[in-house]
């Protein structure tokens, strides 16, 4: 079952050139193939079906290699040549292809693509609510990952966010799903490993069942122009998890949550200038396009607005309803492509792709109406020329079985109505409902 997810997560996602490494960064790989330096499609492209056919076929490095190099060699992609980078506009004398860069390729994108696939059988299963971290057979492991060797935390801790393996270049730590019963079991008696064929004697790895405390770093993507923090032990790029594609609603949502506490008044012009800046929208629209490409699915979701305090108070004031103390507004992407979405494709009403990317907009700018028989929030918003988006919010505190970190508002319906009178649920809407901004 993994080697299929995983060889999913690798065919689903589309080329993406970059001359560096940074240039494709953290969540951007969810949906994007990229190698550094590979700047002609067709060689990148080599790379993807290579790729795939490693996972698909359980190719060893050394298969990998020898099928791989004859063609690099052919179309002159190997050894140090000249590249251009667009960027800065320079031709600079980079490593192409080598022994040890088709290692890292290798290693990174199955490592990567086994812990995806690892991860959505995690979250399938309801008898196991707990992943424990463990080291991988590397000789030298970085002290950090020793540390968190045999901690066990709810699948749905954040903590996995930003420390889900694979956790830097060379990484071979990997996960293990627990039932309750193992969990137990394993307290008392601790992980045993067994005596390595080399020599190596057996050692018991003591259970840890509390996330430790964080040591950030911070660290500047000069390609990307942006700084972040980065967990000490983990690499920068590798700053997030594979599986659930995005660290976004966390911590997002932490971030309004502790806002209101220190500074009311402020958080939300501060939290629209979050989701309206470049580099949100950049995130936003990669993670429409996994969606629609396949690659996201189901529970995982990102932010894409917060219930402000003009309508929170209506809600309290008029309908009796607390909001809670998330306000972030969360899209999954089953309403986009689940059931619910192929509803409304068959019915011809489907907000598509090019209407998802105004969900944000239509959250912060469009005309807001309560339906208090269902205890709903409906915000309509042009998303092309004669239509609008309608968008139903639940406004009331969550908790969704698949992923328990979605904690506040949701979106549970998105559809295409029109924009007059003429359409039966624009006027049912804007007729029968009440307004509140």
């Known amino acids: 079952m993994i080697p299929l997810a995983a060889l ?42 290579a790729v795939e056919t490693a996972i698909a076929d359980g190719q060893t490095l050394e298969q990998f290699k020898k099928d791989l190099i ?9 050894g140090k040549k000249q590249v251009f980078d667009e960027k800065t506009g320079r031709m600079v004398k980079s490593q192409l292809g080598s022994d040890r860069r088709l290692k890292t390729i290798y290693d990174t994108n199955l490592r990567s693509a086994y812990q995806e696939g690892r991860w959505e059988r995690t979250q399938a299963s309801t008898a196991h609510p707990y992943l424990m971290y463990r080291v991988g057979n590397s000789k030298n492991h970085r002290p950090e990952h020793l540390t968190w060797d045999g901690l066990v935390l709810p699948k749905d801790d954040p903590w996995w966010n930003s420390h889900y393996p694979p956790n830097g270049w060379g990484c071979k730590c990997w996960t293990m799903a627990v039932s309750e019963a193992r969990k137990q079991k394993l307290e008392e008696t601790g992980v045993k490993v067994p005596p390595s064929v080399d020599g190596e004697t057996g050692y018991i790895v003591p259970v840890k069942t509390k996330a430790p405390p964080e040591a950030y770093r911070n660290y500047y993507n000069e390609r990307k122009g942006i700084i972040e ?10 700053n997030w998890n594979q599986g659930r594609a995005g660290r976004d609603l966390p911590i997002f ?55 402000d ?129």
């Open 253 to 307: 949502d932490s971030f309004m949550q502790k806002g209101k506490e220190g500074f009311h008044e402020e958080i939300e012009p501060i939290a629209q200038a979050i989701l309206t800046n470049k580099i949100y929208r950049e995130r936003f629209e990669s993670f429409i396009e996994g969606v629609y490409s396949g690659n996201i699915k189901d529970y995982k979701a990102t932010p894409v607005g917060f219930i």
């Open 8 to 49: 999913r997560y690798i065919q689903n996602k589309k080329l993406a050139k970059g001359f560096s490494y940074k240039d494709i960064w953290n969540e951007e790989h969810a949906t994007n193939f990229t190698v550094a330096k590979a700047m002609q499609m067709d060689i990148l492209k080599d790379f993807k079906d």
């Open 70 to 78: 004859p063609t690099l060699v052919k179309k002159e992609w190997w």
């Open 309 to 437: 305090t003009t309508v929170s108070s209506w809600l309290k004031k008029n309908a009796a309803i607390e909001v809670g103390d998330s306000v972030t507004i969360a899209l999954e992407a089953r309403l986009l492509t689940g059931p619910k979405g192929i509803r409304h494709s068959l019915k011809g009403d489907a907000i598509g792709k090019s209407g998802a990317l105004t969900v944000i907009d239509a959250l912060l700018y469009g005309n807001v109406y309560s339906d208090k028989v269902k205890g709903t929030l409906i915000y309509l918003f042009p998303h092309s020329a004669g239509r609008l988006s309608k968008i139903t919010v639940n406004p009331r505190t969550l908790r969704k079985p698949n992923d328990s970190s979605i904690m506040g508002p949701v979106v549970v319906n998105i559809e295409s109505i029109g924009a007059t009178l003429k359409d039966t649920e624009f006027y049912r809407i804007t007729k029968t409902l009440l307004k509140i901004k």
């Open 229 to 238: 923090k980065v967990p000490r032990g983990v690499d920068p790029a590798f």
